[in-house]
């Protein structure tokens, strides 16, 4: 599937970096600008007010409000010690023009109305004024109080020159400097998300090619400790589990298919039989009875499977309540010595703790547990031989042996006889009954319970499983699948 280019991370990564960093430069660009254009006007303004406090301190010499006169030497006297560059011009208390700087070049400063009227109350007036050539300067209108009355006006000005050069440069750079600077910064996160991009792009691409006919495939990997490598790890860990699970389910079905295949078949035969050969009552009957025990057969296979399958999705809650576990094995290897009489197998409970055990479970599927392995033990134990049930208290776990003197397995069975439909010997299995799906629900049982099921044998002398539980019960109430 194709990506519109607007629609891609490449892009948007581009754009919105550009367009953030763009806002960064013009907001940063506005406030230095407006921040030195106004550190600049502060000083000018600073500088203005310092030289009319140094004509203040001089006012006795320079003003004579009686006559109404100014004396215009001192002025200069000062302009010369201080090396003043700004515009000084003097005032009269009737606001006449007295005294001006050489470098007014006999021209007057500006005393608009404005002006005249915070001096006469006493104020001082700062104001902007334009010249010509669109120069402008700043302008300080100072009066010069002496006891509370006006005895003149003192004029200076600083024209902004280099400062609005500086300003103006100022502007002029970032105008120039930041639209080049987004182009370049553009540019530059174009090719880092490329950068950035190319690895998920490359992950993509392998990820299309992973189906379920080659889960072994894995996303390729790149070396680096960052995000994006560990979200490869985590992908090729969830392909590893879909590849386990793919392969149980194929192996299951394939079993399943397998093992409902054989009574349909026997059923299919043994009906075409009685169709061109059975003649009498009796034959009928023998072959009905041999299809039941086929259905019965299927049947067993079908709740079995139906019963793991709530298990794998939790939908098979135990019914946790405490019960007497010494009680349920004494009931058991009652039942054990009937089932072994056929065989003349000996039964033999060895019960090794001090008081009864009460344990926390779901006694119906406890019970459903141990009597498969009861039952197991003496379907695999040849005529006169021996059955040891043992039940014993280990701490705060139940301990239940089950140990039978039969046929035994060889060591490389024993990792896999819990799998579905997995048989030592097919053939006697078969003819035994067994579906194959028993210590497949035993181990879920013990399991669920917080347990565990382990096996030891021998080929020839028997086997031994081990349940151990704990008595306290499962952590949880949802079994395990």
Not at 143 to 155: R, T
Not at 447 to 458: F, K, Y
Not at 469 to 476: C, E, I, K, Q, S
Request: glycine share 8%; hydrophobic share 40%; aromatic share 8%.
């Amino acid at each position: 599937m194709s990506v519109h280019p607007q629609d891609s991370i490449r892009f948007r990564l581009t754009f919105w970096y550009t367009l953030t960093l763009g806002v960064i430069l013009a907001v940063s660009g506005l406030f230095s600008y407006y921040y030195f254009s106004f550190s600049l006007r502060q000083q000018v303004d600073v500088e203005l007010r310092e030289i009319a406090r140094q004509i203040d301190r001089h006012q006795d010499e320079i003003f004579d409000p009686v006559a109404d006169s100014v004396n215009c030497q001192p002025m200069h006297n000062l302009v010369n010690q201080f090396n003043w560059d700004a515009f000084i011009q003097l005032r009269s208390v009737k606001f006449h023009a007295a005294c001006a700087s050489e470098n007014l070049l006999g021209e007057e400063l500006q005393f608009g109305g404005v002006a005249r009227q915070q001096v006469r109350w006493l104020n001082q007036h700062l104001e902007s004024v334009e010249k010509s050539a669109g120069r402008s300067q700043r302008l300080l209108t100072h009066p010069v109080i002496a006891e509370g009355k006006l005895v003149g006006v003192a004029q200076v000005a600083i024209c902004f020159g280099a400062s609005e050069e500086t300003i103006n440069q100022l502007r002029l750079i970032y105008l120039l400097v930041g639209p080049f600077a987004v182009i370049w910064l553009g540019v530059g996160c174009w090719f880092l998300a490329d950068r950035l991009i190319t690895p998920v792009i490359d992950i993509t691409d392998a990820a299309h090619g992973i189906n379920a006919d080659n889960l072994d495939k894995r996303l390729p990997t790149r070396g680096c400790q960052d995000e994006l490598e560990r979200m490869v790890i985590s992908l090729n860990r969830m392909l590893e589990r879909l590849e386990d699970q793919f392969r149980r389910v194929r192996q299951f079905s394939g079993d399943a298919s397998h093992e409902l295949r054989t009574p349909l078949t026997i059923l299919r035969g043994e009906t075409e039989v009685a169709q061109r050969w059975a003649k009498t009552p009796e034959e009928f009957r023998d072959i009905l009875i041999s299809n039941v025990e086929e259905i019965d057969r299927m049947e067993r296979i079908i709740e079995n499977l139906l019963t793991l399958s709530k298990s794998e999705v939790g939908e098979l809650p135990l019914d946790i309540k405490e019960f007497s576990l010494s009680d349920l094995i004494q009931g058991l290897y009652l039942q054990s010595k009937i089932l072994g009489e056929p065989k003349q197998i000996q039964v033999d409970f060895d019960y090794q703790a001090e008081k009864e055990i009460l344990i926390k479970g779901d006694e119906l599927r406890l019970r459903q547990m141990f009597l498969n392995l009861i039952s197991n033990g003496v379907k695999y134990t040849d005529e006169e031989g021996s059955l040891m049930i043992r039940l014993s208290l280990d701490g705060d776990m139940a301990q239940v042996e089950i140990a039978d003197s039969g046929i035994g397995m060889e060591s490389h069975h024993l990792p896999r006889i819990f799998d579905r439909f997995y048989r030592v010997d097919k053939a006697r299995n078969r003819m035994d009954g067994g579906t194959g799906l028993g210590l497949s629900i035993v181990r879920w049982i013990g399991e669920a319970h917080g347990g565990s099921v382990t096996v030891t044998s021998v080929p020839g002398k028997g086997s031994t499983f081990t349940v151990r539980l704990p008595v306290a019960g499962p952590d949880t109430l949802t079994p395990p699948s």
